[in-house]
């Protein structure tokens, strides 16, 4: 069912989605942002709320632990004041001590005696050690007013039959003179004296401390684990509750304590929330920085999306207005990653798309004009053979050999000349042309030349341009050549599918800013004086028959003779009138 419905929800977001990349992009991000981050947060809020409760509760128990111990140490150690006292009472020599105000030597002795046992009792937190008669006389200092102890709540419970001690609880010290009353909270315990056959029985034991220290102590519990404290008595009787108001309720935490020394039980209830109020902070801290960080991931996610694509939009642009027809267009790379690479390799192509436009447009046009050329030389080529024909038998008619074999020649290369009907002719043709344009040099020049030719005749049957070799020896004859005097020599070699024809003289060559201006020249610009046009039109048809790799390569010295190296492709005239390359 899961593997379906992310094929599902992938399908939807990846095919026919319209989402644009920088949506679908923002959509990753936020998925690989947000998946990672809600996954640790719920873990560290887990994690984090075991060990705080863990711990808060660890910490509760401890607290009421001391309580105990506290507690537990203040009646202990009242629980022996009183037992000291009681052993002394018990004495059987202590018959002197009465119930009414001592009259005799010896029972003032005694009185002094005891009551020096009761000093000798106190400590810091004692407020007051006494012993109350059944006739309200009482032994201690002179500042506690018995008729006031019924203002204690637990005082009035006590009758005489009771035994043992009997913890009063808390109260305030309001039952003494007046000056003695001073309303601090007291810590009481009675103890009722039951020797039937001895001194003192039915006398209570009255000790009281200071319960401040407790009190604060109790007061500094609540104020930490913010718990309500209770404390009661053995028959559960109210002993001590804290003074906020409280509703007890069956979530409450609750920890308590049963006192060994008299019973009392210290139970601290604390609510759920209050309980978990650390866990629940953690919680709303964790929802609220996984909200912030939802929304600062949104934030980055957008920014890094929309830089990225802002790079793949802009090439889309391009695009575009290269599709109008707008070459001129480039990209902005900005730097050398994948997306860089290609708009470097967007602005090659059609950097290479223009010069490709422009190198068609050029040859159309030089096509166009060369068409245009042939078209002029067309206009009744007939009519300069006729004539040229008729000067010939003219001259044979007046015996002037020379000026019929000059004709002659010069009528076999305008004939290859004006013969348009093919643009590429075989090696050996061209040739031919080339001796007929040296016998006319031979007869105007005599012997002052030689011309060598190295050809193999398996080379003649491949095709080279038209008239491409004549203008050549043109410049040899009208540039080169003082009065025609010179050496020439041509050969033809093979360079694997290559053939590579080697034109050299020893005339008067070519300066160097010349001939680097000849070659820099472009074959529509008119030549600076004489010379260089035949070189340059030979050379671009080699280029527009064969490729731009294709062509001439001049090197000359002043003074030395200039060489000259065309280099094309193999290729024979096939039988239909098809070239084949080899």
Same mark, same amino acid.
């Given at each position: 069912?899961?593997?379906?419905?992310?094929?599902?929800?992938?399908?939807?977001?990846?095919?026919?989605? @319209?989402?644009?990349?920088?949506?679908?992009?923002?959509?990753?991000?936020?998925?690989?942002?947000?998946?990672?981050?809600?996954?640790?947060?719920?873990?560290?809020?887990?994690?984090?709320?075991?060990?705080?409760?863990? =711990?808060?509760?660890? @910490?509760?128990?401890?607290?009421?632990?001391?309580?105990?111990?506290?507690?537990?140490?203040?009646?202990?150690?009242?629980?022996?004041?009183? /037992?000291?006292?009681?052993?002394?009472?018990?004495?059987?020599?202590?018959?002197?001590?009465?119930?009414?105000?001592?009259?005799?030597? =010896?029972?003032?002795?005694?009185?002094?005696?005891?009551?020096?046992?009761?000093?000798?009792?106190?400590?810091?937190?004692?407020?007051?050690?006494?012993?109350?008669?059944?006739?309200?006389?009482?032994?201690?200092?002179? #500042?506690?007013?018995?008729?006031?102890?019924?203002?204690?709540?637990?005082?009035?419970?006590?009758?005489?039959?009771?035994? /043992?001690?009997?913890?009063?609880?808390?109260?305030?010290?309001?039952?003494?003179?007046?000056?003695?009353?001073? *309303?601090?909270?007291?810590?009481?315990?009675?103890?009722?004296? #039951?020797?039937?056959?001895?001194?003192?029985?039915?006398?209570?034991?009255?000790?009281?401390?200071?319960?401040? %220290?407790?009190?604060?102590?109790?007061?500094?519990?609540?104020?930490?684990?913010?718990?309500?404290?209770?404390?009661?008595?053995?028959?559960?009787?109210?002993?001590?509750?804290?003074?906020?108001?409280?509703?007890?309720?069956?979530?409450?935490?609750?920890?308590?304590?049963?006192?060994?020394?008299?019973?009392?039980?210290?139970?601290?209830?604390?609510?759920?929330?209050?309980?978990?109020?650390?866990?629940?902070?953690?919680?709303?801290?964790?929802?609220?920085?996984?909200?912030?960080?939802?929304?600062?991931?949104?934030?980055?996610?957008?920014?890094?999306?929309?830089?990225?694509?802002?790079?793949?939009?802009?090439?889309?642009?391009? $695009?575009?207005?290269?599709?109008?027809?707008?070459?001129?267009?480039?990209?902005?790379?900005?730097?050398?990653?994948?997306?860089?690479?290609?708009?470097?390799?967007?602005?090659?192509?059609? *950097?290479?798309?223009?010069?490709? %436009?422009?190198?068609?447009?050029?040859?159309?046009?030089?096509?166009?004009?060369?068409?245009?050329?042939?078209?002029?030389?067309?206009?009744?080529?007939?009519?300069?053979?006729?004539?040229?024909?008729?000067?010939?038998?003219?001259?044979?008619? =007046? *015996?002037?050999?020379?000026?019929?074999? $000059?004709?002659?020649?010069?009528?076999? %290369?305008?004939?290859?000349?004006?013969?348009?009907?093919?643009?590429?002719?075989?090696?050996?043709?061209?040739?031919?042309?080339?001796?007929?344009?040296?016998?006319?040099?031979?007869?105007?020049?005599?012997?002052?030349?030689?011309?060598? =030719?190295?050809?193999?005749?398996?080379?003649?049957?491949?095709?080279?341009?038209?008239?491409?070799?004549?203008?050549?020896?043109?410049?040899?004859?009208?540039?080169?050549?003082?009065?025609?005097?010179?050496?020439?020599?041509?050969?033809?070699?093979?360079?694997?599918?290559?053939?590579?024809?080697?034109?050299?003289?020893?005339?008067?060559?070519?300066?160097?800013?010349?001939?680097?201006?000849? $070659?820099?020249?472009?074959?529509?610009?008119?030549?600076?004086?004489?010379?260089?046009? *035949?070189?340059?039109?030979?050379?671009?048809?080699?280029?527009?028959?064969?490729?731009?790799?294709?062509?001439?390569?001049?090197?000359?010295?002043?003074?030395?003779?200039?060489?000259? %190296?065309?280099?094309?492709?193999?290729?024979?005239?096939?039988?239909?009138?098809?070239?084949?390359?080899?």
């Amino acid at each position: 069912m899961w593997s379906h419905f992310f094929k599902k929800l992938y399908h939807r977001f990846s095919i026919r989605s @319209y989402f644009s990349i920088r949506t679908k992009l923002l959509f990753c991000f936020l998925i690989v942002a947000i998946i990672p981050l809600l996954s640790l947060g719920a873990l560290n809020y887990y994690q984090s709320a075991i060990v705080i409760n863990s =711990q808060f509760g660890k @910490y509760g128990e401890n607290t009421v632990a001391q309580l105990d111990q506290q507690i537990s140490s203040a009646l202990n150690r009242m629980n022996q004041t009183t /037992g000291t006292i009681y052993s002394y009472l018990l004495d059987p020599a202590r018959v002197g001590l009465g119930d009414h105000v001592p009259t005799t030597y =010896q029972e003032i002795m005694d009185k002094d005696d005891f009551e020096a046992l009761l000093k000798s009792l106190k400590t810091d937190l004692t407020r007051g050690i006494y012993l109350i008669t059944r006739s309200g006389y009482y032994y201690g200092e002179n #500042n506690l007013d018995v008729s006031k102890l019924n203002d204690i709540p637990a005082w009035r419970a006590l009758t005489y039959s009771s035994k /043992g001690p009997y913890w009063l609880g808390f109260y305030p010290m309001n039952h003494g003179m007046e000056a003695s009353d001073t *309303g601090d909270p007291i810590l009481g315990l009675a103890v009722r004296i #039951n020797n039937p056959a001895g001194t003192q029985h039915g006398s209570t034991i009255l000790i009281e401390e200071n319960a401040q %220290v407790l009190l604060d102590m109790f007061h500094m519990f609540e104020e930490d684990t913010k718990a309500h404290l209770t404390i009661t008595g053995s028959e559960g009787q109210p002993i001590y509750q804290s003074d906020s108001p409280f509703t007890p309720d069956d979530s409450d935490v609750v920890w308590n304590r049963t006192l060994a020394a008299n019973g009392w039980k210290i139970e601290a209830r604390l609510p759920a929330k209050a309980f978990y109020f650390s866990s629940s902070l953690i919680r709303s801290n964790t929802v609220l920085v996984a909200i912030v960080s939802c929304l600062l991931a949104f934030g980055l996610a957008y920014i890094f999306s929309s830089k990225f694509t802002a790079r793949i939009r802009r090439l889309k642009d391009s $695009m575009q207005k290269v599709s109008f027809g707008k070459l001129h267009t480039r990209t902005l790379v900005e730097g050398k990653d994948e997306l860089g690479s290609l708009d470097t390799s967007f602005n090659r192509m059609v *950097g290479g798309i223009q010069s490709l %436009v422009q190198e068609v447009e050029q040859s159309e046009r030089l096509k166009k004009e060369a068409e245009l050329k042939a078209f002029h030389y067309q206009i009744n080529p007939h009519l300069l053979f006729n004539t040229l024909n008729s000067i010939q038998w003219k001259a044979r008619l =007046q *015996g002037a050999e020379d000026i019929r074999q $000059m004709l002659y020649h010069l009528t076999m %290369v305008l004939e290859g000349n004006l013969d348009i009907s093919q643009e590429l002719i075989t090696l050996g043709r061209e040739l031919r042309m080339i001796e007929h344009f040296l016998k006319i040099q031979e007869i105007r020049y005599g012997s002052a030349f030689s011309y060598e =030719q190295t050809c193999d005749e398996e080379f003649k049957p491949y095709l080279i341009p038209r008239m491409t070799l004549q203008p050549l020896f043109e410049n040899i004859f009208f540039h080169g050549f003082e009065d025609g005097a010179g050496n020439i020599s041509l050969s033809v070699r093979e360079e694997g599918d290559h053939l590579l024809l080697t034109l050299s003289d020893d005339g008067a060559g070519i300066t160097a800013e010349k001939l680097k201006a000849l $070659m820099r020249a472009k074959p529509e610009s008119k030549p600076q004086g004489r010379g260089g046009l *035949g070189v340059q039109n030979a050379n671009q048809k080699f280029k527009l028959h064969f490729g731009q790799q294709y062509g001439l390569t001049v090197h000359s010295t002043k003074g030395e003779g200039t060489t000259i %190296v065309i280099r094309w492709p193999k290729k024979e005239e096939s039988p239909h009138g098809d070239n084949q390359d080899h």
